[in-house]
């Protein structure tokens, strides 16, 4: 193949001023020799995004298939705009297989130069675009029961050892950077970034960069690892589920699942870090960028730098474990998670959520929690992977490994403060609705580190209940406020939940078996009294020391000497969290006690409730008659109770609820030692005893001069639906509201119908009922309202008074505009076509025989208004 010499002058002119990878890629080519040219640094043009072809200036009989045959053509002009849109082309005409088999091959057989201005291009087109509009492979909703093809080839192509692993180290050993803007991330980064204050992780250090003259924005300069794993993190935030994946498990997606593999690949429980797959195995890591030296920033405080730039420097000779090089990549893939996915809540912003008025800056959603709680488990047991010997701080020595230090500082450096914060606003702004589970489940797994401990926890002689080890007293300890506070806000959303609902009972049954596990609440109690305990020597404001460690030093002289003071640790550990001036509730203290009773009343009160919801609707569908259920008598409108979900679900689902209740209640009292006299005692007094009838009393009142007047506990049970009131509607039973089994322009239309025969022929409706026959008792059975006059009306607030109202006899046709008579209509229809009845003989039918019931009806009728004389 020859190519004209015209040609190629204009196609070597063209790649000279279209190699950059064009705006938005954001990427900065590394420092090169001064005798090389950087031909992509000015871009004057850009290539058309729809190219069907690498070259389509060339005459038509030199045709290339794929970017290598471009290359291996043309080797002295390789170019990475001729990568870049080659592979933009494939992404619109190539199904997803076979571009991910192009990929393969582009990473292997390119090198860094060429790959790095694809780079920004791939990870955007995989993970999204920052700004939610490009979904990129969705990754949230694909699963492999649903698309076995294309998730096992994402899933390899993503691997922690696969493919798009391999292009990241390849350019990291080039120590390529690129651009991340700072908008993107999460409200408290972003502010303290634009501020010029420099954000308290390590991660931001020496990465900030201010835009030139007329530039847009700050920046980060990130490597490539750190690249792909800030685009993999916020795309859990960033992407929108579509509108077909509200029904789709998290734990099957391929995100959770990939959430998993890098978890386990980078923060290992056995053996060490596996090295790069690209990189020499002795070669340097990569420096930071040094950061830009005009920036004016005020730090928080002292701040910590990389772990493996500290322990390195502190030691004399090399460690000989090739991992230990590595510990990079564990600290960052963890700092990645836990500013993306926790740090949208600083201190301060916590204290103005405070208030009731304060607007909510983010809200994560049921999935966001389901994988933070993912990594809290892996994370517990990483640290809980260390040997025995290495887990107490005294055991710190110059020849302890980093990944052995790593796991010691991972979660009380990285996780805790974090944590606690988006733990704080989610049970302040959580709906009251089950949903609340998977909060709550990420709270109790992070609170027992011991369940994911290799050894075995202690079991008692009934093998039921098992025993907390004093181990875990340091863990409680530092730890205290997210046992005592966050239980004190639990319990605040529990006195506002149904627990007459299964799942809100099991909530309250989850967070009792926790906490009343053995030696468990001695713990806390022993925390809290270390924290109560008056200072005498301590000075007020050291107890910051403990969250500002020094710069000076390794590795090891980042974390403070121990402290043999053990109310010391506590009390640091309270204000770090919550400030200097905090107001600490002790959870074993009266103001939480009367929470825990009135707690328990509720459970006690939810139990009854349940049980009677239960007993009346098995009262009601035995009673109720055949007819009903064909929509010629009228439905009950004034039940005793509200709608719940014990309705749908039956009488397991009450069983369900007593049982959970029952041993939430249990559990409570051994944590609180509260005595059976008190529990019967509170019983009494919160009026939970059935009356004569076995349905439910009033709502809690109390007896005021104008009457009934409700106390706090009564508007909760209003609210919740745990009583109610005996109100009925005792108006015109014709102007009832529409009833959602009703059609309403059908009802609409038969009341305009009704209404007209009623003033029509009111005068000879009134002259039938009159009658003293029986002509005169069937037309007042159908024509008059029963129990109209003499009618009490009934008030909660007064004495029911009797109003005499009458109304002349007339027709009402409102239950043909029932869903349910209708249905019966036409199943009776249907029915007699069975049989060779047609709809003339069925309708005629049907009428006689609502006549032989309306005839028998009549005739009770009049034998109870007898009786009654």
Same mark, same amino acid.
């Given at each position: 193949?020859?190519?004209?010499?015209?040609?190629?002058?204009?196609?070597?002119?063209?790649?000279?001023?279209?190699?950059?990878?064009?705006?938005?890629?954001?990427?900065?080519?590394?420092?090169?020799?001064?005798?090389?040219?950087?031909?992509?640094?000015?871009?004057?043009?850009?290539?058309?995004?729809?190219?069907?072809?690498?070259?389509?200036?060339?005459?038509?009989?030199?045709? @290339?298939?794929?970017?290598?045959?471009?290359?291996?053509?043309?080797?002295?002009?390789?170019?990475?705009? @001729?990568?870049?849109?080659?592979?933009?082309?494939?992404?619109?005409?190539?199904?997803?297989?076979?571009?991910?088999?192009?990929?393969?091959?582009?990473?292997?057989?390119?090198?860094?130069?060429?790959?790095?201005?694809?780079?920004?291009?791939?990870?955007?087109?995989?993970?999204?675009?920052?700004?939610?509009?490009?979904?990129?492979?969705?990754?949230?909703?694909?699963?492999?029961?649903?698309?076995?093809?294309?998730?096992?080839?994402?899933?390899?192509?993503?691997?922690?050892?696969?493919?798009?692993?391999?292009?990241?180290?390849?350019?990291?050993?080039?120590?390529?950077?690129?651009?991340?803007?700072?908008?993107?991330?999460?409200?408290?980064?972003?502010?303290?970034?634009?501020?010029?204050?420099?954000?308290?992780?390590?991660?931001?250090?020496?990465?900030?960069?201010?835009?030139?003259?007329?530039?847009?924005?700050?920046?980060?300069?990130?490597?490539?690892?750190?690249?792909?794993?800030?685009?993999?993190?916020?795309?859990?935030?960033?992407?929108?589920?579509?509108?077909?994946?509200?029904?789709?498990?998290?734990?099957?997606?391929?995100?959770?699942?990939?959430?998993?593999?890098?978890?386990?690949?980078?923060?290992?429980?056995?053996?060490?870090?596996?090295?790069?797959?690209?990189?020499?195995?002795?070669?340097?890591?990569?420096?930071?960028?040094?950061?830009?030296?005009?920036?004016?920033?005020?730090?928080?405080?002292?701040?910590?730098?990389?772990?493996?730039?500290?322990?390195?420097?502190?030691?004399?000779?090399?460690?000989?474990?090739?991992?230990?090089?590595?510990?990079?990549?564990?600290?960052?893939?963890?700092?990645?998670?836990?500013?993306?996915?926790?740090?949208?809540?600083?201190?301060?912003?916590?204290?103005?959520?405070?208030?009731?008025?304060?607007?909510?800056?983010?809200?994560?959603?049921?999935?966001?929690?389901?994988?933070?709680? /993912?990594?809290?488990?892996?994370?517990?047991? @990483?640290?809980?992977?260390?040997?025995?010997?290495?887990?107490?701080?005294?055991?710190?020595?110059?020849?302890?490994?980093?990944?052995?230090?790593?796991?010691?500082?991972?979660?009380?450096?990285?996780?805790?403060?974090?944590?606690?914060?988006?733990?704080?606003?989610?049970?302040?702004?959580?709906?009251?609705?089950?949903?609340?589970?998977?909060?709550?489940?990420?709270?109790?797994?992070?609170?027992?580190?011991?369940?994911?401990?290799?050894?075995?926890?202690?079991?008692?002689?009934?093998?039921?209940?098992?025993?907390?080890?004093?181990?875990?007293?340091? @863990?409680?300890?530092?730890? /205290?406020?997210?046992?005592?506070?966050?239980?004190?806000?639990?319990?605040?959303?529990?006195?506002?939940?149904?627990?007459?609902?299964?799942?809100?009972?099991?909530?309250?049954?989850?967070?009792?078996?926790?906490?009343?596990?053995?030696?468990?609440?001695?713990?806390?109690?022993?925390?809290?009294?270390?924290?109560?305990?008056?200072?005498?020597?301590?000075?007020?404001?050291?107890?910051?020391?403990?969250?500002?460690?020094?710069?000076?030093?390794?590795?090891?002289?980042?974390?403070?000497?121990?402290?043999?003071?053990?109310?010391?640790?506590?009390?640091?550990?309270?204000?770090?969290?919550?400030?200097?001036?905090?107001?600490?509730?002790?959870?074993?203290?009266?103001?939480?006690?009367?929470?825990?009773?009135?707690?328990?009343?509720?459970?006690?009160?939810?139990?009854?409730?349940?049980?009677?919801?239960?007993?009346?609707?098995?009262?009601?569908?035995?009673?109720?008659?055949?007819?009903?259920?064909?929509?010629?008598?009228?439905?009950?409108?004034?039940?005793?109770?509200?709608?719940?979900?014990?309705?749908?679900?039956?009488?397991?689902?009450?069983?369900?609820?007593?049982?959970?209740?029952?041993?939430? /209640?249990?559990?409570?009292?051994?944590?609180?030692?509260?005595?059976?006299?008190?529990?019967?005692?509170?019983?009494?007094?919160?009026?939970?005893?059935?009356?004569?009838?076995?349905?439910?009393?009033?709502?809690?009142?109390?007896?005021?001069?104008?009457?009934?007047?409700?106390?706090?506990?009564?508007?909760?049970?209003?609210?919740?639906?745990?009583?109610?009131?005996?109100?009925?509607?005792?108006?015109?039973?014709?102007?009832?509201?529409?009833?959602?089994?009703?059609?309403?322009?059908?009802?609409?239309?038969?009341?305009?119908?009704?209404?007209?025969?009623?003033?029509?022929?009111?005068?000879?409706?009134?002259?039938?009922?009159?009658?003293?026959?029986?002509?005169?008792?069937?037309?007042?059975?159908?024509?008059?309202?029963?129990?109209?006059?003499?009618?009490? /009306?009934?008030?909660?607030?007064?004495?029911?008074?009797?109003?005499?109202?009458?109304?002349?006899?007339?027709?009402?046709?409102?239950?043909?505009?029932?869903?349910?008579?209708?249905?019966?209509?036409?199943?009776?229809?249907?029915?007699?076509?069975?049989?060779?009845?047609?709809?003339?003989?069925?309708?005629?039918?049907?009428?006689?025989?609502?006549?032989?019931?309306?005839?028998?009806?009549?005739?009770?009728?009049?034998?109870?208004?007898?009786?009654?004389?």
């Amino acid at each position: 193949m020859t190519v004209p010499a015209a040609s190629l002058n204009f196609l070597r002119s063209c790649l000279r001023s279209s190699a950059s990878p064009g705006p938005g890629l954001g990427v900065s080519a590394p420092a090169r020799p001064a005798e090389e040219p950087r031909a992509w640094a000015a871009p004057s043009c850009h290539l058309p995004a729809r190219l069907t072809h690498p070259v389509p200036w060339f005459p038509r009989t030199a045709i @290339f298939n794929s970017p290598r045959e471009v290359t291996m053509a043309f080797p002295h002009l390789q170019q990475p705009s @001729f990568l870049l849109a080659s592979l933009k082309a494939d992404s619109i005409n190539k199904p997803f297989a076979q571009r991910c088999q192009d990929l393969v091959k582009v990473i292997e057989d390119f090198p860094a130069k060429e790959l790095h201005a694809i780079f920004p291009w791939l990870v955007e087109s995989i993970f999204g675009s920052l700004d939610g509009v490009l979904i990129g492979w969705n990754l949230r909703c694909l699963q492999g029961r649903v698309s076995p093809v294309e998730y096992s080839i994402a899933m390899e192509f993503l691997d922690p050892g696969g493919p798009m692993m391999k292009l990241v180290y390849k350019l990291q050993a080039e120590d390529y950077k690129f651009d991340f803007p700072v908008s993107y991330l999460p409200g408290p980064v972003k502010a303290s970034i634009q501020e010029h204050v420099l954000p308290d992780s390590p991660l931001y250090h020496n990465k900030v960069q201010f835009p030139a003259t007329g530039g847009l924005g700050l920046n980060l300069a990130l490597n490539p690892f750190e690249y792909y794993m800030f685009f993999f993190a916020l795309s859990l935030i960033t992407q929108k589920p579509l509108p077909g994946a509200l029904h789709v498990r998290t734990s099957d997606c391929a995100y959770f699942i990939l959430v998993d593999r890098y978890l386990s690949w980078f923060l290992p429980t056995e053996g060490s870090v596996l090295p790069p797959l690209s990189s020499s195995p002795g070669g340097p890591s990569p420096s930071p960028a040094p950061r830009t030296p005009t920036m004016p920033f005020a730090s928080y405080g002292l701040h910590h730098t990389s772990l493996l730039k500290r322990h390195i420097s502190h030691q004399t000779s090399v460690n000989a474990d090739p991992a230990s090089h590595e510990i990079w990549r564990s600290e960052t893939l963890l700092q990645v998670f836990v500013e993306m996915w926790l740090h949208h809540y600083s201190l301060e912003m916590y204290q103005k959520m405070q208030s009731p008025h304060a607007k909510e800056s983010f809200t994560p959603t049921e999935e966001h929690v389901l994988v933070v709680r /993912l990594l809290i488990k892996h994370l517990h047991a @990483f640290s809980n992977s260390l040997k025995p010997e290495q887990v107490s701080p005294s055991t710190h020595s110059h020849a302890t490994s980093p990944l052995e230090e790593f796991k010691r500082a991972a979660v009380p450096r990285f996780v805790q403060q974090k944590l606690y914060l988006f733990l704080q606003h989610c049970f302040g702004h959580w709906p009251l609705d089950a949903s609340f589970r998977a909060v709550l489940e990420m709270w109790l797994s992070y609170l027992q580190p011991w369940r994911y401990a290799p050894e075995k926890q202690t079991q008692s002689s009934d093998g039921q209940a098992r025993c907390v080890s004093e181990r875990w007293v340091p @863990f409680v300890q530092e730890n /205290l406020l997210m046992y005592t506070k966050l239980f004190v806000g639990f319990l605040s959303r529990a006195l506002r939940t149904d627990l007459v609902s299964p799942k809100n009972a099991l909530m309250v049954f989850r967070v009792a078996k926790v906490f009343s596990q053995p030696n468990l609440a001695e713990m806390i109690q022993k925390g809290e009294q270390l924290f109560l305990e008056p200072e005498l020597v301590i000075p007020h404001r050291q107890h910051r020391l403990f969250t500002a460690p020094t710069l000076t030093g390794s590795f090891l002289s980042s974390w403070p000497p121990a402290v043999t003071d053990t109310s010391f640790k506590v009390k640091s550990h309270v204000y770090s969290l919550e400030g200097q001036d905090c107001k600490y509730t002790p959870m074993f203290g009266p103001e939480v006690r009367t929470l825990v009773l009135r707690l328990a009343q509720l459970i006690t009160q939810a139990k009854q409730t349940a049980k009677s919801i239960s007993d009346q609707c098995g009262e009601s569908t035995a009673s109720r008659p055949f007819l009903s259920w064909l929509g010629f008598c009228l439905s009950d409108t004034n039940s005793s109770y509200a709608a719940n979900d014990l309705d749908d679900m039956g009488q397991d689902s009450v069983r369900k609820t007593d049982e959970y209740l029952e041993k939430a /209640l249990e559990y409570l009292c051994q944590m609180f030692r509260l005595s059976e006299a008190q529990l019967a005692q509170l019983t009494l007094a919160l009026g939970t005893t059935q009356d004569e009838n076995g349905k439910k009393q009033l709502p809690d009142c109390i007896v005021g001069e104008d009457g009934l007047i409700l106390t706090p506990l009564g508007r909760y049970q209003i609210i919740n639906g745990l009583r109610k009131f005996d109100i009925e509607y005792q108006g015109d039973s014709e102007l009832q509201p529409i009833r959602s089994y009703e059609i309403a322009s059908l009802v609409r239309l038969l009341f305009r119908l009704s209404s007209t025969i009623n003033h029509r022929f009111a005068g000879q409706m009134a002259a039938l009922c009159s009658r003293a026959d029986f002509l005169g008792s069937f037309c007042r059975y159908h024509l008059m309202e029963p129990g109209l006059a003499n009618k009490h /009306l009934l008030s909660p607030v007064g004495q029911g008074r009797v109003v005499n109202r009458a109304r002349g006899p007339r027709l009402s046709l409102r239950f043909l505009g029932s869903y349910r008579t209708l249905l019966s209509l036409l199943l009776a229809f249907f029915v007699a076509s069975l049989f060779c009845i047609g709809p003339l003989p069925c309708a005629l039918l049907l009428v006689l025989g609502y006549f032989l019931y309306a005839a028998a009806m009549t005739l009770l009728t009049e034998q109870g208004k007898l009786h009654q004389l």
